[in-house]
């Protein structure tokens, strides 16, 4: 916390000087508007929205990758729940075909009968 507190007031010294330098008033037109701004002023007020703007673009940045990785694990997940559904099914058939197959291998061996010797 201090190294950011320490790191933005030397980042400010620059700044401050810049301001008292460069006071003096100019001119901006603006269609049929005319406006004496100082030139500190306006370099700052360029520089701020720029930040701002550049924060609300890594802020939408952000916020779609957050979604996409939300979109992303749903996904996973569905597709999780539709593997455990189709291994049940399969476990099922499984044991379907190894009821039948115990059934008919029953049905295809008549019991012998013993005969009597001669």
Known sequence: MKLKFLAGLLMLAPVMIYVVQNGALIPIQFLKWEYAVSQALLVLSSLLLGVILGLMLSYARRNKEKNQQKKAERKAKKLQKTEAKLK???????????????????????????????
């Open 88 to 118: 049940k099914q399969q476990e099922k058939q499984q044991k379907a075909e190894e009821k039948k197959g115990a059934e008919s291998s029953e049905d295809a061996v008549p019991p012998q009968e013993e005969k009597p010797e001669e």
